[in-house]
């Protein structure tokens, strides 16, 4: 039995603040009309204000080519930002913004041909910095142009992403960091209210590096941008370069601590100082086929993290609102442990109800206090404006014992007579995988099996008397959110 007790006289601010960004695949994949209505959905019923994507300036945008005559002779270089603005025009249309991570180098800037994913985004430096400048500064003009620098400098722009791992950035960190200053510079250029920031690394790296770097050389810096996943945790740890680390053999342990997110983020928060930090991707695990993505334990494990977080990050921003997702192709199956909220079809994971119930989370949090400091159940308590919130959540890492847990909630000073409302996620409440391996775990979906499966997603409301407590069991990687 746990006892939680809610003073509703302890008060301090909640923002929002993982519902700033969320991401996605790569930028191509926002032309498409089903990812278009997910993104709108999840715009409307999760919150998320911001989109992040790689491959702005792949190849499959045209936004750079070379035009050459029918012998093959280069004519010049030729300017294309219709998909840009095609995408730019939608997320506008539906009150969402871009957050605008510059990458990868389009073919005919590159210095070689080393590409990364399905879709070959290639990650080698620019062979002519001055060509990269020009194409940074024409983008940010016609941005201007088209949209109003007061629309424009409410949107970020990142300097690539990940340049701390060989897969996405082939040159050292001297090189990123010119590559940075150019960038930087050329946005900066065209006009001082523009965001530009980085380094966009993996695994919480280079932030104090980037800091020195831009400082001693006065690179414009606005805001600093870094990733991490919980599986992050041995290396975080190591403080070693993601070769050595692999090398070593202890990338293979691959285990992580309960809590580590907020240990990465706190660490993080110190190192950027007074720059504004936003993590630009995070998940509960890195891994693109994770069957835990589409289960509950992802729902109570993001429930922990986002409590976790409160106050140390101005923005936080999910990988990724879909399955729609094809770095290493669109995998197939229905549910096959992708990092989407949402799987190909749209139906909605545990995960993506987590954060539908956050989205209902008032901006004000009160002190919880408990008597089982080391146990798996933690509980987050805000005001709104009909009254009170609770989120319990009844989390531990793979492997680690937990079970289900008894618990009795008691708010200072309030006596109800009404009912209070009870949603739930765990095995047997929104939770439609369940239901789909019921069916014998389909590859592909008809239409009736989609409609049963998104019932099956959806969040049931429970009546429950209170008085002056509350007592329910929260079973294990289970969540109960409760409005009184």
Same mark, same amino acid.
């Given at each position: 039995?746990?006892?939680?007790?809610?003073?509703? #006289?302890?008060?301090?601010?909640?923002?929002?603040?993982?519902?700033?960004? =969320?991401?996605? &695949?790569?930028?191509?994949?926002?032309?498409?009309?089903?990812?278009?209505?997910?993104?709108?959905?999840?715009?409307?019923? $999760?919150?998320?204000?911001?989109?992040?994507?790689?491959?702005? $300036? #792949?190849?499959d945008m045209c936004v750079l080519t070379m035009k050459r005559d029918f012998m093959g002779n280069d004519l010049g270089l030729v300017y294309n930002f219709v998909n840009i603005d095609n995408i730019c025009d939608f997320l506008l249309s539906i009150g969402m913004k871009p957050f605008m991570e510059l990458g990868f180098m389009p073919s005919v800037l590159a210095g070689g041909d080393k590409t990364v994913f399905h879709y070959k985004g290639n990650i080698t430096p620019p062979k002519d910095y001055g060509a990269?400048?020009? !194409?940074?500064?024409?983008?940010?003009?016609? !941005?201007?142009?088209?949209?109003?620098?007061?629309?424009?400098?409410?949107?970020?722009?990142? =300097?690539?992403?990940?340049?701390?791992?060989?897969?996405?950035?082939?040159?050292?960190?001297?090189?990123?960091?010119?590559?940075?200053?150019?960038?930087?510079?050329?946005?900066?250029?065209?006009?001082?209210?523009?965001?530009?920031?980085?380094?966009?690394?993996? &695994?919480?790296?280079?932030?104090?590096?980037?800091?020195?770097? &831009? %400082?001693?050389?006065?690179?414009?810096?606005?805001?600093?941008?870094?990733?991490?996943?919980?599986?992050?945790?041995?290396?975080?740890?190591?403080?070693?370069?993601?070769? +050595?680390?692999?090398?070593?053999?202890?990338?293979?342990?691959?285990?992580?601590?309960?809590?580590?997110?907020?240990?990465?983020?706190?660490?993080?928060? *110190?190192?950027?100082?007074?720059?504004? $930090?936003?993590?630009?991707?995070?998940?509960?695990?890195?891994?693109?086929?994770?069957?835990?993505?589409?289960?509950?334990?992802?729902?109570?494990?993001?429930?922990?993290?986002?409590?976790?977080?409160?106050?140390?990050?101005?923005?936080?921003?999910?990988?990724?609102?879909?399955?729609?997702?094809?770095?290493?192709?669109?995998?197939?199956?229905a549910f096959h442990g992708g990092f989407g909220l949402m799987t190909y079809a749209g139906i909605a994971k545990p995960a993506y109800r987590l954060f539908e119930l956050f989205h209902g989370l008032g901006t004000k949090r009160l002190q919880v206090e408990y008597d089982v400091k080391d146990g798996t159940v933690e509980m987050l308590a805000t005001k709104t404006g009909g009254g009170y919130r609770l989120a319990v959540y009844n989390h531990n890492i793979p492997e680690e014992p937990i079970k289900d847990e008894?618990?009795?909630?008691?708010?200072?000073?309030?006596?109800?007579?009404?009912?209070?409302?009870?949603?739930? /996620?765990? *095995?047997?409440?929104?939770?439609?995988?369940? $239901?789909? /391996?019921?069916?014998?775990?389909?590859?592909?979906?008809?239409?009736?099996?989609?409609?049963?499966?998104? %019932?099956?997603?959806?969040?049931?409301?429970?009546?429950?008397? &209170?008085?002056?407590?509350? *007592?329910?069991?929260?079973?294990?990687?289970? =969540?109960?959110?409760? +409005?009184?």
């Amino acid at each position: 039995m746990i006892h939680f007790n809610i003073d509703k #006289d302890k008060i301090t601010d909640f923002p929002h603040y993982w519902e700033m960004c =969320v991401g996605s &695949c790569h930028a191509y994949t926002a032309l498409r009309d089903d990812y278009r209505k997910q993104l709108k959905r999840a715009h409307k019923e $999760l919150g998320f204000q911001y989109v992040r994507f790689h491959g702005l $300036l #792949d190849d499959d945008m045209c936004v750079l080519t070379m035009k050459r005559d029918f012998m093959g002779n280069d004519l010049g270089l030729v300017y294309n930002f219709v998909n840009i603005d095609n995408i730019c025009d939608f997320l506008l249309s539906i009150g969402m913004k871009p957050f605008m991570e510059l990458g990868f180098m389009p073919s005919v800037l590159a210095g070689g041909d080393k590409t990364v994913f399905h879709y070959k985004g290639n990650i080698t430096p620019p062979k002519d910095y001055g060509a990269w400048a020009e !194409l940074i500064t024409r983008l940010a003009e016609h !941005l201007i142009e088209r949209y109003g620098i007061e629309e424009v400098e409410q949107w970020f722009f990142e =300097v690539w992403n990940e340049p701390n791992l060989t897969a996405f950035f082939s040159g050292t960190k001297e090189e990123y960091f010119k590559l940075y200053e150019v960038t930087a510079g050329a946005i900066r250029k065209v006009n001082r209210n523009l965001k530009v920031g980085g380094p966009a690394t993996s &695994c919480n790296s280079w932030i104090k590096d980037t800091i020195d770097f &831009c %400082e001693k050389n006065k690179v414009p810096l606005d805001f600093v941008s870094t990733h991490h996943y919980p599986t992050d945790d041995p290396l975080w740890k190591s403080g070693m370069d993601i070769v +050595d680390f692999f090398q070593s053999g202890l990338a293979d342990k691959g285990t992580y601590e309960r809590g580590i997110i907020k240990k990465m983020t706190v660490k993080a928060k *110190e190192e950027a100082g007074a720059y504004p $930090l936003y993590y630009t991707e995070w998940n509960t695990s890195a891994m693109t086929n994770d069957d835990k993505h589409d289960e509950c334990f992802a729902a109570a494990m993001i429930a922990k993290i986002l409590a976790d977080n409160d106050g140390l990050v101005k923005g936080y921003s999910y990988w990724t609102f879909t399955d729609i997702f094809e770095e290493r192709a669109q995998l197939p199956g229905a549910f096959h442990g992708g990092f989407g909220l949402m799987t190909y079809a749209g139906i909605a994971k545990p995960a993506y109800r987590l954060f539908e119930l956050f989205h209902g989370l008032g901006t004000k949090r009160l002190q919880v206090e408990y008597d089982v400091k080391d146990g798996t159940v933690e509980m987050l308590a805000t005001k709104t404006g009909g009254g009170y919130r609770l989120a319990v959540y009844n989390h531990n890492i793979p492997e680690e014992p937990i079970k289900d847990e008894v618990v009795k909630i008691k708010v200072a000073g309030m006596t109800s007579k009404n009912p209070a409302t009870v949603y739930r /996620i765990d *095995e047997n409440h929104a939770n439609a995988k369940a $239901l789909w /391996i019921d069916m014998g775990s389909p590859e592909y979906l008809k239409p009736a099996e989609v409609e049963k499966l998104n %019932e099956a997603s959806s969040l049931k409301a429970e009546k429950i008397m &209170c008085g002056n407590m509350i *007592e329910l069991t929260i079973p294990a990687h289970g =969540v109960a959110v409760i +409005d009184l």
